[in-house]
Every structure is written in structure tokens, then in C-alpha cells.
């Protein structure tokens, strides 16, 4: 079975900070990674997927994550936020194989709040 | 290519009733699911249809839903009679045959409100 777990519901930052939101999984087998962001009133989009290539993936909008096995972390970052970046974000995890194969494991999410 | 397609984009109904959600997946995709986000909590797998086979329906919370895929086409999500745990965010999402387990498309969702 996969797991994953996002460190802080909330996140506050200042326009222009570095943005950085936590996650870590569990799984059994080799997993997919994928951090979505959904804004006000609107559907998941995705931002960035792991697939087993470069550990380091960037995504839309200047995001990026890096995959970690030996943490087993999958955080999110973007050196400078916007105002626009103001959304709730949830990472996620499917396996490659196993019994669990195909279907999708969210975190609980993590609302991002942008200041100017 | 046309995106995922859900809809109604809101429901609102009385404790009791019946609602049936629909989503109409990414032309040639197979592989079809639905999630659920209630409140306060974290988007959970409902299930997984292969073209119109249920692979997966071990995330469907009782026997009040019914999921049918008619010819691996489109798929509804029958909530029969309706209760107020039911309200929530219903998506939809779809993907390749060849890319099962990242491939995914996501629909905007279904707003669900139980009355």
C-alpha cells in the first residue's frame, strides 16, 4: 500500500519568497510522484510528475521538485512566489505495479497563501 | 485534443434523492476514475474502470453508488438516495492504455451538496 503525507496545511509566504512544500511517501514498489495545484472555483491541474527518468523534475509556472529515495520526499519549490501562486496543492502517488496499480494517493493538501 | 468533461458542475439536492454524475473521458483513453475530496479531508480513489470492466472499486464507500461505463465510453456515478456525508467534490479522471499509473487527465470536477 502507498502513503503520502504533506508537512503543513497551511503555508504563508511573501511575494517574491522561496516557496516550499513538503511531502513524503511510502510505497512498496517503485512509485510516480505528482504535485497538482487546484485554484479557487477550478479542477486539479497538474504541475510536475516523477516517472523514474531525471530525479529533478520541473513543472509549469517555474515549480519544481526533486525526488529523493533515501528521504522518500518529493517536495515542491519555486525560488520566487507570485500572487498568482495562491492555490491549495496536493502531491500524490501511484504505483508502477502491485495490487494498487493505477489509482492515485493524495496528501491532504496544502493551501498556499501569497503576501505582497 | 478535448480535455475531461464532468458534469453537472454543481448539484445541489435534497437528502434522499438521486443524482447522477457524468464524465466524459479524453477520446481513446481506457483507463477511467473517480475520486472524491469530502470537506476538510484528502481527494480519495473511488474507482477504476478498464474500457468498461471495473478494475478496482475497493474506494467506494457503499452500496448507495453505482459507477457504470457503458461501451468504454462515458461514465455516470449514480448516488441513490443521497445522504449528507455524500457532498462533497466528485472528479473524474482518464488516461492511456499505455500509461496507466502517471498518464492522468483530470475533469474540473462535480460539486455535490446534500441538503
Known amino acids: 500500500a502507498q502513503s503520502v503525507t504533506q508537512l503543513g496545511s497551511h503555508v504563508s509566504v511573501s511575494e517574491g519568497a522561496l516557496v516550499l512544500l513538503r511531502c513524503n511517501y511510502s510505497s512498496s514498489v517503485p512509485p510516480y510522484l505528482f504535485w497538482y495545484v487546484q485554484y479557487p472555483n477550478q479542477g486539479l491541474q497538474l504541475l510536475l510528475k516523477y516517472t523514474s527518468a531525471a530525479t529533478l523534475v520541473k513543472g509549469i509556472n517555474g515549480f519544481e521538485a526533486e525526488f529523493k529515495k533515501s528521504e522518500t520526499s518529493f517536495h515542491l519549490t519555486k525560488p520566487s512566489a507570485h500572487m498568482s501562486d495562491a492555490a491549495e496543492y496536493f502531491c500524490a502517488v501511484s504505483l508502477a505495479g502491485g495490487t494498487s496499480y493505477g489509482k492515485l494517493t493524495f496528501g491532504q493538501g496544502t493551501i498556499l497563501t501569497v503576501h505582497p | 485534443e478535448a480535455g475531461v468533461t464532468q458534469f453537472p458542475s454543481h448539484s445541489v439536492i435534497e437528502k434522499g434523492q438521486t443524482v447522477t454524475l457524468r464524465c466524459d473521458p479524453i477520446s481513446g483513453h481506457d483507463n477511467l476514475y473517480w475520486y472524491r475530496r469530502v470537506m476538510g479531508k484528502e481527494i480519495k480513489f473511488l474507482l477504476h474502470?478498464?474500457?468498461?470492466?471495473?478494475?478496482?472499486e475497493s474506494g467506494m464507500p457503499n452500496n448507495r453508488f453505482l459507477a457504470e461505463r457503458t461501451g468504454g465510453t462515458y461514465s455516470t456515478l449514480k448516488v441513490q438516495p443521497a445522504e449528507l456525508e455524500d457532498s462533497g467534490v466528485y472528479f473524474c479522471?482518464?488516461?492511456?492504455?499505455?500509461?496507466?499509473?502517471?498518464?492522468?487527465?483530470f475533469g474540473s470536477g462535480t460539486r455535490l451538496t446534500v441538503v
Open positions: 479522471a482518464s488516461s492511456p492504455g499505455d500509461r496507466v499509473g502517471y498518464g492522468y487527465t
Open positions: 474502470f478498464v474500457k468498461e470492466s471495473k478494475q478496482d
